[in-house]
């Protein structure tokens, strides 16, 4: 009896269900208590904006506290450490709702992780701070949250052509940015993650494939901070390139929903020309947010075949082994969202849980960036991950192109 039940701890007893049982809690409690759930503030009014982030800071550092109490890792130093980072992470969104820098649409994650950047490449990280960097436990508890704002509802308003372009896109941009990877002698490990983050959905692809081949969390950094730094020109570059070709708005943000990898920059994006632009390219995001869960399938199944087990058996137990278990957090809080509530109440919590999946992405960051050195990223040992990434993401733009101008302007507008 002993065993068994230390069996089954054993088996629980992992980072991936830990975040997972945590994110389940955070969503119960958005859902029975929305009111209780903190949000940050992005302008300093009075002191009820200190308060309340005050009060977030405080639900942070609690989720961090059960985490790795329950994982048991120390907890010495974490107060100290996450209240810095906290605080860089509530620069970053006071920066960013600036009226003139919101009007760029440079996300608070782009001022998190430059600030992570500074400290780490100019003065280093100091001791003291190491303890609360823990980017992967907040990104993957920010996924699930953000899985309760994905409505199957929404996400079918763009009727099959948005979900076709993803299902294009995804598939073929993937498999040749992994061909071109592998061919230009990027390791299989890298060149995997590198081809999620073009094809997918940028930093969240990268991640959930991590989980699933096991890959090195270096190399992970290094592929999150090329998504992010090309994801800044590409804001402002393919709308205006839209203007020059004469793309109509469906066509134009079909472009930029299917190429830019982060929601919120391809919202800015869209922005820029139009609401019917923005409101197409986010649809177009979103199905591709949708495919996360299933890529991560096939991915774990072809590592399976492929991956470094070489010849091991691929069994149900060793895919399910491979898969990243917040991934399925992330699907079950889209699927209870979607279908156990009414569209308006799942959009009213679903305002709260974005909020505070936006603060656990904005912490993150800031993570990402204190461990990010330039030195590695642009060092002789990572030029092929970046030229086979830049060749990918240029494949990306050209096929997704091509691809929204079939579906969006000439089938659409035929039936």
């Given amino acids: 009896m002993e065993k068994t039940k230390k069996h089954w701890w054993s088996r629980y007893h992992t980072e991936d269900w830990i975040i997972v ?55 010495k130093g974490i107060f ?44 280093g990280v100091p001791k003291w701070m190491s303890p609360g960097i823990q980017s992967e436990v907040y990104i993957k508890i920010g996924i699930i949250a953000l899985g309760s704002t994905i409505l199957f509802s929404e996400v079918l308003k763009a009727g099959a052509y948005g979900l076709a372009q993803a299902l294009v896109v995804v598939l073929v941009v993937w498999n040749f940015a992994f061909w071109v990877a592998r061919k230009m ?91 019917e632009a923005a409101q197409t390219a986010i649809i177009v ?39 990243p278990k917040f991934v399925v957090g992330f699907i079950l809080a889209s699927l209870i969202f979607s279908f156990c509530f009414d569209v308006e109440t799942a959009k009213s919590i679903g305002k709260v849980t974005k909020s505070l999946s936006n603060t656990l992405f904005s912490v993150a960051f800031v993570c990402i960036g204190l461990e990010t050195r330039f030195k590695e990223i642009f060092s002789k040992e990572n030029r092929q991950p970046l030229k086979a990434f830049l060749t990918a993401q240029t494949f990306n733009i050209v096929i997704t192109l091509f691809v929204a101008w079939i579906l969006f302007g000439v089938l659409k507008p035929m039936l």
């Fill in 185 to 275: 002698k990027v390791d299989a490990e890298m060149a995997t993650m590198l081809a999620s983050g073009v094809s997918i959905c940028g930093v969240s692809a990268a991640i959930a494939t991590c989980g699933v081949i096991k890959g090195d969390n270096k190399k992970l950094s290094t592929v999150i901070s090329l998504v992010l730094v090309i994801a800044i020109p590409m804001m402002y570059l393919l709308p205006w390139l839209s203007n020059l070709m004469g793309l109509s708005p469906e066509v134009a943000g079909a472009w930029l929903g299917g190429t830019i990898d982060t929601t919120g920059a391809v919202a800015a994006a869209g922005t820029l020309l139009g609401e």
């Fill in 21 to 75: 049982f945590t994110g389940i809690i955070i969503l119960a409690l958005a859902v029975i208590f929305p009111s209780y759930i903190p949000k940050m503030p992005k302008v300093i009014e009075n002191t009820s904006s200190l308060l309340n982030a005050g009060y977030m800071f405080l639900f942070l550092l609690a989720i961090t506290y059960f985490v790795n109490f329950i994982l048991n890792r120390p907890l």
């Fill in 80 to 123: 100290l450490s996450l209240l810095s980072i906290f605080a860089l992470a509530w620069l970053s969104n006071l920066i960013a709702s600036i009226p003139f820098i919101k009007e760029t649409g440079l996300e608070s994650v782009f001022f998190a992780v430059i600030f992570g950047l500074i400290i780490s490449n100019t003065i």
């Fill in 285 to 323: 995001k979103s199905s591709q947010n949708v495919l996360l869960g299933i890529a991560a399938f096939i991915i774990a199944l072809y590592w399976t075949y492929k991956g470094r087990e070489g010849q091991q058996k691929p069994t149900i137990g060793v895919i399910w082994d491979r898969f």
